[in-house]
């Protein structure tokens, strides 16, 4: 490989029916102001969403709310959740959901601050130095 980097990018995932359980306790590491990820609406229709936001308030978080969030999520909605980490000075970035969901969380936790443009930095040249 011809790049010389050091990559770290902390994910931490909770799965199953009591991972609500760890929010509170996850949130003290971070600061006060959380991205809310989620998809159309389903966390919203089967109750997730309250009682997420009720944990969230409870802590005494500001909550910035990216919804919407699509299978296979476009560029533009990564730019859109970068946008709002800067201007809301977010930490964390919370997804509840499915994997897409999660992946857009991931993908803009490394764009939010990248000094270019993250496509052309993260996937083009990258993708072509290592061929």
Known sequence: MLLDFTFYNPTKIYFGKDSLG???????NYGDT???AYGKNAIKRIGLYDQVITILKDTGEKVVELSGVMPNPTYSKLMEGAELVRDHNVSPILAVGGGSVIDLAKGISVSAYCDE???QKYYRRLAESIH
């Open 34 to 36: 959380v991205l809310l």
């Open 117 to 119: 443009d993250p496509f």
């Open 22 to 28: 760890n929010l509170k306790d996850e949130l003290s």
